[in-house]
């Protein structure tokens, strides 16, 4: 966990971090306002488009509970279920694209999750995700 500056009237937390899930195993990313967890459920191959060029390509179908909210997926995601997506590997200026994501503010706090997949090993069954939640509440 990165701590960054503190603003005199704020209190922020940051985790940034790259974990390697198995199938069928899951990540608890455990923070001080919520656990959100990270379910590495399958490898599919499907067609996924990329500005504008559609392609076959592998992705992790990943479900991710935050306690009760709602997450979205990034334009070259597929909706599997509700909070579960498939989600190919991040292309080198994909990000946003290829991410789950969600925010939320209100006058007293915000918050931002967002994850990715950095590689995908259909072999060993292996995803490797790369992981942002960033918090930030008034005291």
């Known amino acids: ?6 603003v005199p009237s ?3 937390e ?3 971090d790259k974990i ?3 199938l069928g195993n899951y990540f608890e990313l455990k923070t001080k306002y919520r656990t959100i967890r990270i379910t590495f459920k399958d490898i599919v191959e499907k067609d996924f488009n990329s500005r504008g060029t559609v392609k076959k390509e592998l992705a992790a179908q990943l479900h991710v509970s935050t306690g009760g909210g ?3 997926g990034g334009e070259e995601t597929i909706q599997h279920d509700i909070n579960e ?3 190919p590997v991040k292309t080198f200026e994909a990000e946003e694209p290829r991410s789950v994501f969600y925010f939320y503010t209100t006058e007293i706090q915000s918050a931002f999750f967002r994850v990715f997949l950095e590689h995908l090993n259909q072999h060993t069954k292996q995803a490797e995700v ?3 939640y960033l918090h930030s509440r008034k005291n």
Do not use: A, D, R, W
């Not at 966990?1 to 503190?6: A, K, R, S, T």
């Open 70 to 72: 709602i997450v979205f």
């Open 20 to 22: 390697i899930l198995n």
């Open 130 to 132: 790369n992981i942002v």
């Open 10 to 12: 704020h209190q922020v």
């Open 85 to 87: 997506y498939l989600v």
């Open 1 to 6: 966990m990165q701590e960054l500056p503190q």
């Open 14 to 16: 940051m985790i940034h």
